[in-house]
């Protein structure tokens, strides 16, 4: 049991943490749209960003949970971490999709948007991640 509480905690973290940065992306948006004077969103681009991003890392956490299974950080590569980063951001546009009834043509362009975010917040997690295990 203790097993499935560690990677459902590490799973909230990564979440957690990717919300974050999504958040950070939500304020430069809302800067924008104030400095460039048009009108908002019915959700404020922060919260609304960084719920989508704690959603995408939490996705992303249990791809990788799936497929790395017992591997450290320090036996992957950033590349096939940013792959499976892009891979969970790809998933979550589409279960984003079809949770929220837009229409599938709108994958074309919130697919890409979440792919990318994917593989950087993935990259930059294995950044941090390594830090803090030379670190430790």
């Known amino acids: ?3 499935w509480l560690r990677r459902i905690r590490g799973m909230v973290g990564m979440g ?15 800067l924008a749209i104030f400095l460039v004077g048009a009108p908002g969103a019915d959700v404020p681009f922060p ?7 704690f959603c995408a890392g939490v996705t992303f956490s249990g791809i990788l949970g799936v497929i790395e299974g ?7 590569s950033l590349l096939r971490f940013g792959v499976l980063g892009g891979a969970g ?3 979550f546009s589409g279960i984003f999709i079809f949770m929220t ?16 975010s ?10 941090l991640a390594r830090i803090a295990e030379e670190k430790a």
């Open 70 to 76: 017992r591997r450290r950080f320090d036996q992957m």
């Open 47 to 53: 919260i609304g960003f960084g719920l989508l991003g």
């Open 101 to 116: 009834d837009l229409g599938w043509d709108v994958l074309v362009v919130v697919g890409p948007v979440f792919t990318l």
């Open 1 to 3: 049991m203790k097993k």
């Open 16 to 30: 957690v943490i990717w919300g974050m940065v999504w958040f950070a992306a939500g304020l430069l948006v809302l």
């Open 118 to 127: 994917g593989v950087g917040c993935a990259a930059g997690s294995l950044a």
């Open 89 to 91: 951001g790809l998933l």
